[in-house]
């Protein structure tokens, strides 16, 4: 049986997603996940036989869509791991990314890094992104906090397993596995992760503007989980190191400024007139704006109504103790064209 695979992606709505899709407007049909992030709600609504259009601007969170959604058949084989690569190759892709060498990974780390970048060179297709999927899975496994803005210094710190025993009374051994232990760790969970739902879901690496301007079929939602202003919404910070290894930098909208944040909202509601039928949008109840502040602007669009569920967010191992709900705000589109 198919199962979401271990990700790590601060913001995942895994927990949440059956309560999203019990409460879509629609119960089957075509939609898009314009910020899929970690993909864990493309992935329910794949799982539920929706047709998922599934886009990120991130490369790190493209290469997951590629491997999970948009693939519904190929899978890894472990002797991948053992392909022979020249050494003169490993040098060259060093060279490329040592960069990271006492900034993220410790140099003989970024060595090894370099080789399994080189055997997903030599790799094609839906292969290539689930071993691509499972290098990011293993570059942010071996950080503290999962992200890869935390300095050097706390890394060396928190990758001491006694320090982080005296301190957290944990030792994160797992910090200190190699790039290839945490790939064969995670293959087959990855690779059970692959199904097909009978339907052609698609994966975009845009900017959730160009994505709307390059949609030509409509859709039926548009499901939007954008990065908030003030809340933990850093993901070029977090997880963009990735897309820079791997020279795949893109330029895009920033949602997460405070002052523009409720000017690009409103620009891509406009921008998504003609395009679906639905908009839904999760926020909860510490974002800002607030859902009665995008409720109003909302309502110059279609008819909004709103739901809400209790919960509790959990970042590195410990439960936000403020009373939290989630938020989805439903808006049937007035004039859609569609």
């Known amino acids: 049986m198919s199962k979401y695979p271990k990700i790590n992606y601060i913001g995942n ?20 996940d314009i910020f899929s992030g ?21 490369y790190s969170n493209y290469v997951i869509s590629k491997a999970i959604i948009e693939n519904d058949e190929f899978k890894l084989e472990k002797e991948i791991l053992e392909r022979g690569i020249s050494e003169k190759l490993i040098e060259e892709k060093y060279e490329n990314i040592k960069f990271l060498s006492n900034r993220l990974y410790f140099d003989d780390e970024v060595k090894e890094l370099a080789r399994l970048i080189c055997i997903a ?20 496994r071996k950080l503290p906090y999962s992200r890869m803005n935390v300095p050097w210094n706390q890394i060396v710190k928190l990758r001491d397993e006694e320090y ?3 301190k957290y009374k944990r030792k994160r051994a797992y910090h200190n596995y190699s790039f290839k232990q945490h790939i064969l ?5 990855y690779n059970n992760s692959v199904f097909c739902n009978g339907r052609k879901n698609m994966s975009y690496n845009l900017d959730s503007f ?14 939007m989980d954008p990065p908030y202003p003030k809340t933990m919404n850093k993901y070029g910070e977090f997880y963009g190191t990735f897309d820079v290894v791997f020279q795949k930098e893109k330029k895009y909208v920033d949602f997460s400024a405070n002052d523009k944040f409720m000017y690009n909202m409103e620009k891509l ?26 409720k109003v602007m909302l309502e110059k669009y279609g008819t909004v109504s709103i739901k809400s569920k209790d919960f509790q967010y959990k970042v590195t191992g410990k439960h936000n103790k403020n009373t939290t709900y989630e938020i989805l705000i439903i808006v049937k589109l007035k004039n859609e064209g569609v």
């Open 13 to 32: 709505k895994a927990k949440l997603k059956d309560w999203i899709i019990e409460n879509l407007p629609l119960k089957q049909g075509r939609v898009l």
């Open 38 to 58: 970690g993909n864990s709600v493309s992935y329910a609504l794949k799982e539920k036989g929706y047709e998922v259009l599934s886009n990120d601007v991130l």
């Open 121 to 140: 060179d030599t790799l094609e297709g839906y292969e290539k992104y689930l071993f691509l999927a499972l290098i990011r899975r293993a570059m942010i």
């Open 164 to 166: 982080s025993y005296m």
């Open 185 to 189: 760790d995670n293959i087959e969970n």
């Open 210 to 223: 160009e994505m709307l301007e390059t949609l030509k079929k409509t859709v039926d939602i548009i499901y």
């Open 269 to 294: 509601i406009q921008k998504s007139i003609g395009k679906t039928k639905y908009i839904v949008i999760s926020l909860n109840n510490k974002t800002s704006p607030s859902a009665e502040e995008l």
